[in-house]
């Protein structure tokens, strides 16, 4: 972030990985400080009146309230009025989501790099709505591909996308130490700074040409 302003920022996610991801991935930027993770709109509400965010990361697809009915609530109900951006799987156009009183939106299959970028456009006073350019025309595409990757690389982008190692053993037919030893493996030889989910979608993405979709990842051949 180019300020030196501290913001107080809080997540509203009910995917505890994407929750815990979220927060640590945040933890780099020093004028950003966390103030609470909730799972839903319902159990925030009450702490949000005492908090009083800056900034309000928003899942829409929730358990209870959803986001796209609950953000202007969110903003009638606090004193000093948020900024609050959609993070989501969702797919929304800009119309809607300014109706809806959002001040920025970034599809979870964007690289790190663009949600850093909304949070810091949004924080400074313009809108930013970040749709993947590829969400919707070529997640058919998103498919595991086995032929592209180390196999290393093909479980840790399996993990990226929330399988689990029983998951990633079925699919890959190997047993569930394997895929263990071979996460472990993959962490100390790419010696990774930051080691959560995020950092290491971030590393894939950056490093290796990653690109991941709601189906399942693509490795660009730019990069082999």
Do not use: W
Request: net charge positive; glycine share 6%; hydrophobic share 35%.
């Amino acid at each position: 972030m180019t300020t030196d302003r501290i913001y107080s920022y809080v997540i509203i996610e009910d995917n505890p990985v994407m929750q815990k991801g979220l927060a640590y991935i945040l933890r780099r930027f020093e004028n950003l400080v966390l103030k609470g993770q909730y799972y839903n709109i319902e159990s925030a509400r009450e702490p949000l009146t005492k908090i009083q965010p800056d900034l309000i990361l928003l899942d829409i697809i929730l358990t209870g309230l959803n986001g796209d009915k609950g953000c202007a609530q969110l903003k009638k109900d606090l004193f000093k009025t948020p900024k609050i951006i959609a993070y989501t799987n969702a797919s929304f156009n800009k119309k809607e989501l300014i109706k809806l009183g959002f001040d920025g939106y970034v599809h979870k299959n964007e690289p790190v790099d663009t949600l850093i970028s909304v949070i810091r456009d949004v924080l400074e006073g313009s809108y930013n709505f970040q749709a993947s350019k590829e969400t919707e025309a070529t997640k058919e595409h998103y498919a595991y591909n086995e032929s592209k990757a180390p196999r290393e690389f093909q479980i840790m982008a399996m993990a990226v996308m929330g399988k689990t190692n029983k998951e990633i053993g079925d699919q890959l037919h190997i047993s569930i130490e394997t895929v263990k030893k071979s996460r472990q493996n993959f962490k100390t030889k790419a010696n990774l700074r930051d080691k959560s989910m995020y950092g290491i979608r971030e590393y894939l993405e950056k490093e290796h040409g990653y690109r991941f979709g709601e189906n399942g990842f693509v490795k660009s051949d730019k990069n082999d």
